[in-house]
């Protein structure tokens, strides 16, 4: 079995990135990083997959980052104390009112439709 002669700096690359193994002249070289080829499912626990989401500040602005859920807009929370105008405070509480239910009154209408204009449109079997 031969070995070939390779440099000191370039066996040092080798030995951090890649296994070598010889199989007479034959070199077999094999990555080992996270990308390699697997047969079974990944094992974590968790993934790292990060979703690009659009933060919007209290002024308006628009900050792009990544969120693990998928979501197209996150807002920041609004500080009560912070609010400045009177306003402002009036118009976020009536937001958070709750919204007034109509109660239906009942028709007093007496409307007698006849039936036998309709039969026509009925198809017979």
Known sequence: MFRFKVAPSIK?????????MTAGSLNIFR????????ISRVKRKEFCRFYETNLVDL???????????PRY????PVI??????EEEKKVWLSRRKPKETFNRSKDDFDVKIDRKIYLKHLKKK
């Open 80 to 85: 009560f104390e912070e609010l400045k105008t």
């Open 59 to 69: 002024d308006g602005s628009v900050i792009k980052c990544r969120y693990p859920e």
């Open 31 to 38: 990555y080992l990083n996270g990308n390699r080829a697997i």
């Open 73 to 76: 807009v996150i807002k920041f």
């Open 12 to 20: 040092g690359l080798l030995s951090n990135e890649c296994s070598t």
